[in-house]
């Protein structure tokens, strides 16, 4: 028998739930979702739980996100709204997650992308590795960051999220910690110890014990990206990484290159629109809204065909161009509020159906 994909566990004073389907990364499909926001339910008032543990049995990964193969298929089989709970579960298994009254710590040991950081970045302790691979690379299948990934995203330094979120950078642990992904370093050969560790001590206090691990390489700083980044438009980003000599502009111009340009202009409107909400929930009530009518377009289909599933990696975007991108479709994107609204009133864990 295979594992199951969520493994859950009390040992001594701490709840783990331990992602177990490796031969996937971890991706998240509507059962493991519905499956962990009925644990932290069952959690949340039970005194002899005092912590949670995020983890996985892979050391590939944390969870890379999102099935989307799944996603895609419950599209072509059963429509828009059918495609869309997934996403909706997660995101209030992301504002579960985050408002949780008991500490919750996540191992984002390996790849941590899209809803992986969904579900581990947000809670109140956050460890990276240095095998961590963290990013929110939606616009490769005409999608855009979420799962809380552009709030995280919208608070980095300087303009460092805008060059994630559009690229679909990976971060390292330095990195991610950086950005605001995550919060502590330690070496994935002493997860063991933390998690034996947290059975029998708060885990503010086994927080505050790990020792400092070496920097890694963190990438330009917010400095140096700002005379690129500070645009008005996507199209002003490419034109100036394009004539930009560092390696690191080169690198991105190559990664913008191969985005849905349409998901490239909601994201930087996204972007900047996040920059202005008071918080994570009304961030999750926006990228549900733009994500419902990604789906909606051929582009996500064809990202996911050409990434996923064919893997010729020549996606056939419509429109193919940044310039026949509308400027008035995006705005709308935005301000269509009423139609995809995610209820935010039930967010709140005891009223999660």
């Given at each position: 028998?295979?594992?199951?994909?969520?493994?859950?566990?009390?040992?001594?004073?701490?709840?783990?739930?331990?992602?177990?389907?490796?031969?996937?990364?971890?991706?998240?499909?509507?059962?493991?979702?519905?499956?962990?926001?009925?644990?932290?339910?069952?959690?949340?008032?039970?005194?002899?739980?005092?912590?949670?543990?995020?983890?996985?049995?892979?050391?590939?990964?944390?969870?890379?996100?999102?099935?989307?193969?799944?996603?895609?298929?419950?599209?072509?089989?059963?429509?828009?709204?059918?495609?869309?709970?997934?996403?909706?579960?997660?995101?209030?298994?992301?504002?579960?997650?985050?408002?949780?009254?008991?500490?919750?710590?996540?191992?984002?040991?390996?790849?941590?992308?899209?809803?992986?950081?969904?579900?581990?970045?947000?809670?109140?302790?956050?460890?990276?590795?240095?095998?961590?691979?963290?990013?929110?690379?939606?616009?490769?299948?005409?999608?855009?960051?979420d799962?809380?990934?552009?709030?995280?995203?919208?608070?980095?330094?300087g303009?460092?999220?805008?060059?994630?979120?559009?690229?679909?950078?990976?971060?390292?642990?330095?990195?991610?910690?950086?950005?605001?992904?995550?919060?502590?370093?330690?070496?994935?050969?002493q997860?063991?110890?933390?998690r034996?560790?947290?059975?029998?001590?708060?885990?503010?206090?086994?927080?505050?014990?790990?020792?400092?691990?070496?920097?890694?390489?963190?990438?330009?700083?917010?400095?140096t990206?700002?005379?690129?980044?500070?645009?008005?438009d996507?199209?002003?980003?490419?034109?100036?990484?394009?004539?930009?000599?560092?390696?690191?502009?080169q690198?991105?111009?190559?990664?913008?290159?191969?985005?849905?340009?349409?998901?490239?202009?909601?994201?930087?409107?996204?972007?900047?629109?996040?920059?202005?909400?008071?918080?994570?929930?009304?961030?999750?009530?926006?990228?549900?809204?733009?994500?419902?009518?990604?789906?909606?377009?051929?582009?996500?289909a064809?990202?996911?065909?050409a990434?996923?599933?064919?893997k010729d990696?020549?996606?056939?975007?419509?429109?193919?161009?940044?310039?026949?991108?509308s400027?008035?479709?995006?705005?709308?994107?935005?301000?269509?509020?009423?139609?995809?609204?995610?209820?935010?009133?039930?967010?709140?864990?005891?009223?999660e159906?």
């Amino acid at each position: 028998m295979p594992p199951e994909p969520i493994q859950t566990t009390v040992q001594g004073a701490l709840g783990r739930i331990t992602l177990g389907r490796p031969e996937a990364l971890n991706a998240l499909n509507l059962d493991m979702i519905n499956h962990l926001a009925a644990t932290l339910r069952a959690w949340r008032h039970d005194p002899g739980v005092e912590t949670v543990l995020l983890d996985s049995t892979s050391p590939r990964a944390f969870c890379a996100g999102g099935d989307i193969r799944a996603i895609r298929a419950l599209l072509r089989e059963r429509g828009v709204e059918a495609a869309t709970q997934p996403f909706r579960h997660s995101y209030r298994l992301a504002s579960m997650l985050a408002g949780y009254p008991k500490p919750v710590v996540s191992f984002l040991d390996g790849i941590c992308m899209g809803g992986g950081v969904g579900l581990g970045g947000h809670v109140r302790h956050r460890i990276v590795t240095e095998r961590a691979c963290v990013a929110m690379p939606e616009n490769a299948i005409a999608l855009t960051p979420d799962a809380g990934g552009s709030y995280l995203l919208a608070r980095a330094p300087g303009l460092s999220g805008l060059r994630l979120g559009l690229t679909g950078g990976r971060m390292n642990a330095t990195m991610a910690i950086a950005a605001g992904f995550a919060d502590r370093q330690a070496p994935s050969g002493q997860l063991e110890n933390i998690r034996r560790a947290l059975t029998h001590t708060p885990a503010g206090l086994v927080m505050d014990s790990l020792p400092p691990c070496p920097a890694l390489d963190g990438g330009p700083d917010t400095a140096t990206i700002a005379p690129v980044y500070d645009a008005p438009d996507v199209a002003t980003i490419m034109a100036r990484l394009q004539t930009h000599p560092a390696p690191w502009a080169q690198a991105d111009i190559a990664a913008l290159q191969g985005a849905c340009p349409f998901s490239l202009c909601i994201t930087f409107a996204a972007y900047h629109a996040a920059r202005a909400l008071p918080d994570l929930d009304h961030v999750l009530e926006q990228e549900f809204q733009l994500i419902s009518q990604l789906l909606r377009r051929p582009d996500f289909a064809e990202g996911v065909r050409a990434r996923l599933i064919d893997k010729d990696n020549a996606p056939r975007w419509s429109p193919a161009t940044l310039g026949a991108v509308s400027g008035r479709e995006i705005a709308s994107c935005l301000q269509n509020h009423a139609s995809f609204s995610l209820d935010l009133p039930v967010l709140d864990t005891d009223q999660e159906q």
